[in-house]
């Protein structure tokens, strides 16, 4: 395994880079952000985990390289909850934000959530973690985290995953592979189309009905479509399309049972102090799924439920919420960061 590490001379991200063949690539690099110091016993590292359109900018600003805010700001910093943690935050492959993907290889091959999870396990080698004291991840960077804990559990302390699934369900890969549809129709307004789509299912009914009703505005759009077109246009022009689909159909290939038993024969290989969480309001990924892999992984407290009006994207919203659960997990340390 050969690797290096520099800074962004834009920002704060840096790049591991694999040099040998893997996943049907000639190698690979992961674009990567740290918060804190790892410790001398290295047992205070943290990963966490991105979903599908999000990076490795965890927490920040809008800065050169990163064109969104930290999504999770809100567990960063002093007195937060991952203060005193060290905050390993990797791109995933096949991303668009620094990490080997279909930007930099437009023949790119298909790649699974476990070809993720192994990309990662080489940078935690790299960085000389042996376990993760937490592993954390919504949406996409649950299936990653609990592929981390099924496949590698020795590696991971505690878990916490939110708003996820143990294997994508038929109705996920339906709405995920309408959304493939559109940019393979339409290459230019294919994204945008895929967005719109899939934000409809992130939000929940109730909340786009309180919201905006049936209101429409002065250009004679709805309020609802003018929101999904804003969404659409911002994604459009922050995201490579193929990178959204390479990952969206690595997504649909997720199943931890596949080749191993099945679901629940998986789920039993995780010794990670586990927490589940959803979302009341989540359409996308319904409790169902979240009460499955609370029932199923041995060392997992019972199912936790996020309240909330805005559906899937809850995870990201729900900051207070979200919050108690790792702090619940991690314990804060505060000052040694
Ligand atoms: C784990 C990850 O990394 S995932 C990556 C997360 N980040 C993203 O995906 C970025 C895209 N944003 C989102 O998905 C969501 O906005 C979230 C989850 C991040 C935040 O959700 P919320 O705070 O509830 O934002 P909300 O859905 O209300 O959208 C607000 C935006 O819609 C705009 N908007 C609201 N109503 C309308 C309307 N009628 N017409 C046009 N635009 C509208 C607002 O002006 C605001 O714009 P801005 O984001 O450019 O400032
Ligand atoms: N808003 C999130 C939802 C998917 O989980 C994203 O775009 O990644």
Redesign the pocket.
Known sequence: MGGWRFGDPNGRRKWFSHTESFAGLPGFQLAYETWGTLNAEASNAVLVL??????SHVAGGVEPGHP?PG?WNSLMGEGKPLDGSFVVAPNVLGGCQGSTGPWQYPEFPGITIRDQVAAEVHLADYLGIERWAAVLG??M?GMRAVEWAVSRPERVKSLLVLATTAAASAEQIALASAQVHAIRADPVGGLGVARRIA?IS??SEQELQAR?GRRK?EDGRF??E??L???AA??TGRFDAASYVTLTEAMNSHDVGRGRGGVQAALRRVTARTIVAGVDSDRLYPLAQQRELAAGIPGADELRVIESP?GH?AF??ESEQVGALVTELVPVRSGTR
């Open positions: 991105h979903a599908l359109t999000g990076d969104t999504w919504g949406s960077g934000h992130y939000r905006f505005q309020e609802v003018s929101y077109d804003h969404h911002k994604l805005y994207d990201l919203v």
